[in-house]
């Protein structure tokens, strides 16, 4: 498949792929990345929080890293491969953690949320049972100023492939809220 | 009450109405969108806090002729945004008030010339006196607003306070603190303009309330109503920043596309939006307290001030709900409250979460403590011997008609926290650590919706219709921005049809299309509104029952096809409520007496509190939050809400300062005003009691305020409970518990509590 490619003689080439999609660009190489997943790609779903590196909500894959993408110039992405929240869903069915957000409460205002399912699609992929102190460190650098991150521990817990060692959320004392 | 326990969707956690956009990305915040031809917008602002202007300089190294330029003598209408008071100008004209003071607003197709464009606009000042604190502005040497500085007072009196006299067998004072808060939603504020001479004003934005936007872009621009158009954008966070401040910056974008003839986008950065935008009023509240030999209250007596920054904006209705929430949810027979709000040249204060009750419940609850240690009475039991109960009358002498159980509620905090037996553990424990355990309380009371006849005088009116293709649509102007509104109104409107959750929507938030049905504020969506669509959809079915023949009972295809005998017969299917009060709802706004409020929220909150006397730091290692707050319409959001207020109290205070340098936000980045984050928050336990409220919708109460009125005071109790040590002033930071700790013990004797 191919993405975007934009020709402008003053600029590099700058080459990647953006869930699963080429994209040749001719663009100002300190251009934030951010920018040009919002601007010149049209991919919105990446948020801008804070521009400095400190709340996440700009967070993408690139090349099996997080990243800020509010902090890498794009010409740090030339040759990369990059995945947004766009490219999360498979075939119009929601990913696992996506599904679990929703059903858990995970995402309130929906502000932070594309950098959170990132930040937790990231750790579940290097860690597949994670515990909750592992959970809290690799959501650390993902603010969300809604839900107190209760319901987005629940919401990674619940994302959990069951096979396999005990699951996150049974691995705090932590209750589920008691309506009576 | 029955009735209420049967529901079918109302009580069920059913996906968040608008949640697939939001996970996939796809949701669009005033940031996602653009429109054809669009400019981007940036403002020029006062670097000194008070002063004339003299004159504005334009750097001749940059084209100006690329640029809108707007200045106060653009502005049509009146150069004011009013939201009670007359005073804060849409852009300054002549003279500064604070720092931070949009004066001239520039658009450019390109928004990265605006930066280096802000920069070469040199504004000139003759520089006049400011003040910074409550006590400067007290003192009256320097007069920055009015005749006195004076925003706002209020007296409130119960009794007679000083006829208590030799009754007294205890007399207890103190005095408490509270700093500016920011609201740090994640998304920036952000406005999208355009104008036309024949169709007006239209704005998409990030915001909560959009008749108040209507309101000012209509004084602004000196507009008929159906000349303004807003319509509220995906918000990101509001916590109620986006209360008031909208309307400046809708104004801001509208002039700059009314002057460009393009539509303008203005959308803050974090550091514009930190340095420029409102925040909690800073509060200090002296309380003297007398009481007989058992702990019980005999009169209180307080002293209320908050800072209200340069401009009036909310600053009045704040120390209202200030005043109202400043005795704690205990009997008492003589009350006196002298409340009273002051002017500064700081950026203004505004509407934040709570909208002044964290500030008196601050002060009350930690002074309930300090009540406790000087009388040798447990802070439980004095809290006990003192609740309000059923019948009893309040500060206001408003009869608690509806059933109030704290003493059920604080029976179930303990028992959930396991609170005598941990507190006796630590008192074992602590001598022989550095690390300092304990556990704190606060027992208190959020009231919903408007104060006193504000509902009454808002006449909210809302409602549902059905479209032809089968969907029926609630039309209220109440706002979605994280909290629930779409899923809760779509969730009654369901349930009070008895048709599917998914065949329910939320119309769009579009002042072109949705009656007023008042602000997203004060806790009075679920309980207000939600009352409203209950009626409005029982008048539905009663008008289908009357012209069309609906049955009493139906399936949902009959329902639909009544409708569409409606629809032949009448034209359109929609059925609008006004606001109806509970009876017997009499407030005396002179004499600050009778109902204040519709319906109250109870809570107790319990939180235990580690103190590293090696480092200094204080961390909340859990926390229990038992509450009543009538029927739970959704478990999980309700949860939610009580989780996310509970962080937001705990950065308030332990984490959030405001850090002033000559009036202006020192720090004003997300990288050194720190909040709470994923590794910060301890594990926090959510308790509902449910007593249907007669008058909310499906029973519901007001939610959204109450869980950041107590974590502040119990976190600050519970390090009193593990250090000895009182602290007054929030927020507490390390070097602040360093000070008052070393000033307390000699470092040697820090491992004796």
Redesign the interface.
């Given at each position: 498949m191919s993405g975007h490619t934009t020709l402008d003689r003053c600029w590099p080439t700058i080459r990647f792929s953006v869930n699963g999609q080429h994209n040749q660009l001719n663009i100002s190489p300190m251009k934030r990345l951010l920018d040009v997943l919002?601007e010149d790609l049209g991919?919105?779903?990446?948020?801008?929080?804070?521009?400095?590196g400190?709340?996440g909500?700009c967070s993408v894959r690139m090349n099996g890293e997080l990243v800020n993408s509010c902090l890498v110039p794009v010409l740090q992405a030339d040759g990369a491969e990059i995945q947004?929240?766009?490219g999360?869903?498979l075939n119009g069915a929601?990913h696992p953690l996506?599904k679990a957000?929703?059903?858990?409460?995970g995402?309130?205002?929906?502000?932070?949320?594309?950098g959170m399912?990132m930040a937790s699609a990231q750790l579940l992929e290097t860690n597949p049972h994670p515990s909750m102190a592992e959970?809290?460190?690799a959501?650390?650098?993902?603010?969300?100023?809604?839900?107190?991150?209760?319901?987005?521990?629940e919401s990674v817990g619940a994302a959990i492939a069951p096979e396999g060692t005990a699951h996150a959320a049974d691995s705090?004392?932590?209750?589920?809220?008691?309506?009576? | 009450m029955e009735k209420h326990l049967a529901t079918r969707i109302v009580g069920a956690s059913v996906p968040r109405k608008e949640g697939v956009d939001k996970l996939l990305g796809r949701a669009r915040y005033v940031d996602d969108i653009e429109r054809e031809g669009m400019w981007h917008g940036a403002t020029v602002r006062s670097s000194i806090s008070r002063g004339q202007i003299r004159s504005i300089v334009f750097d001749r190294r940059i084209d100006w002729s690329e640029f809108t330029i707007v200045t106060a003598a653009d502005i049509p209408g009146d150069n004011c945004i009013q939201l009670i008071v007359a005073d804060q100008p849409c852009l300054a004209d002549r003279k500064v008030n604070h720092c931070e003071e949009p004066i001239v607003l520039l658009a450019h197709p390109d928004k990265h010339k605006l930066r280096e464009a802000v920069g070469a606009v040199r504004v000139e000042y003759e520089a006049l006196p400011a003040i910074f604190t409550i006590e400067e502005s007290e003192r009256q040497n320097v007069i920055v607003w009015g005749a006195d500085n004076l925003l706002k007072t209020f007296f409130l009196e119960k009794g007679d306070v000083d006829s208590v006299g030799a009754a007294a067998a205890h007399i207890v004072e103190g005095e408490y603190r509270t700093g500016a808060q920011e609201h740090l939603y994640i998304e920036n504020q952000g406005m999208i303009a355009e104008y036309s001479e024949k169709t007006g004003v239209t704005v998409w934005g990030s915001l909560q309330c959009p008749y108040y936007v209507v309101k000012a872009l209509r004084a602004v621009f000196d507009l008929a109503e159906n000349n303004v158009r807003v319509i509220q954008t995906e918000t990101g966070g509001a916590f109620g920043g986006k209360e008031d401040f909208p309307s400046n910056l809708a104004c801001h974008a509208a002039l700059l596309a009314m002057k460009s003839g393009h539509p303008v986008k203005m959308v803050y950065d974090r550091m514009e939006d930190l340095a420029a935008t409102t925040k909690r009023h800073p509060s200090r509240v002296r309380h003297r307290t007398a009481l007989d030999k058992d702990g019980k209250l005999l009169a209180i007596d307080i002293d209320l001030a908050t800072d209200g920054g340069a401009y009036a904006t909310l600053s009045s209705t704040v120390l209202s709900r200030a005043t109202l929430h400043s005795t704690g949810p205990y009997l008492c027979p003589n009350i006196r409250v002298r409340a009273s709000s002051w002017a500064t040249n700081l950026v203004p204060y505004g509407a934040f979460r709570g909208f002044g009750a964290p500030q008196a419940i601050f002060a009350m609850e930690r002074h309930m403590d300090e009540i406790a240690a000087t009388l040798g009475i447990d802070p439980v039991e004095l809290r006990r011997r003192n609740f309000l109960h059923t019948g009893d009358a309040n500060a206001t002498e408003q009869e608690m008609r509806e059933p109030l159980i704290l003493d059920q509620l604080l029976d179930r905090a303990l028992k959930e926290s396991d609170y005598h037996a941990r507190r006796a553990q630590y008192a074992r424990e602590n001598p022989g650590s550095n690390v300092k355990r304990g556990l704190g309380l606060a027992a208190f009371y959020h009231g919903s919706g408007f104060t006193g006849s504000g509902e009454v005088y808002l006449n909210s009116l809302g409602g549902v219709d059905v479209t032809p293709e089968g969907t029926v649509r609630v039309l209220v102007s109440n706002t979605e921005f994280g909290q629930g509104t779409n899923t809760i109104l779509t969730q009654v409107a369901a349930e009070a049809l008895a048709i599917d959750y998914a065949n329910v929507m939320m119309a769009s938030p579009d002042t072109g299309l949705v009656p007023n049905s008042g602000p997203t504020v004060a806790s009075r969506t679920s309980m207000v509104i939600g009352r409203i669509i209950e009626r409005a959809c029982a008048q539905l079915l009663k008008m289908l029952h009357e012209h069309v023949g609906l049955g009493s009972t139906y399936t949902e295809k009959e329902f639909f096809a009544a409708c569409e005998r409606y629809r032949a017969l009448r034209g359109e299917v929609m059925s609008l409520c006004r606001y109806e009060a509970p009876p017997s709802i009499v407030w005396d706004d002179q004499k600050y007496h009778g109902e204040a409020y519709g319906a109250y929220a109870w809570a107790i909150y319990i939180a235990q509190v580690a103190v590293d006397t090696v480092t200094y730091s204080a961390d909340v290692e859990d926390f229990w939050a038992v509450q009543e707050v009538g029927r739970v319409i959704h478990p999980v959001m309700a949860a939610g809400q009580v989780e996310g207020g509970i962080a937001q109290g705990i950065g308030y205070a332990l984490y959030e300062k405001v850090v002033w340098q000559d009036g202006r936000m020192a720090n004003n980045q997300m990288t050194n005003y720190i909040m709470p984050t994923a590794e910060d928050v301890p594990p926090i336990h959510v308790y509902f009691e449910q007593i249907p409220f007669r008058y909310g919708g499906f029973g519901a109460k007001g939610i959204g305020e109450l869980p950041h009125d107590g974590p502040a005071p119990a976190i600050l109790n519970a390090i009193r409970d593990a250090t000895g040590v009182a602290f007054n002033a929030i927020p507490l930071l390390p070097e602040d518990l360093y000070a008052g700790l070393t000033a307390a013990q000699p470092a040697e004797n820090m491992a004796m509590r």
């Open positions: 919002r991919l919105t779903g990446t948020k801008e929080g804070c521009g400095e400190e709340c909500s947004t929240v766009e999360l869903a929601l996506q957000f929703l059903e858990q409460g995402a309130q205002c929906g502000i932070c949320t594309p399912l959970i809290r460190e959501l650390a650098g993902n603010l969300c100023r809604c839900t107190g991150f209760m319901r987005i521990f705090t004392k932590r209750e589920t809220p008691h309506a009576r | -």
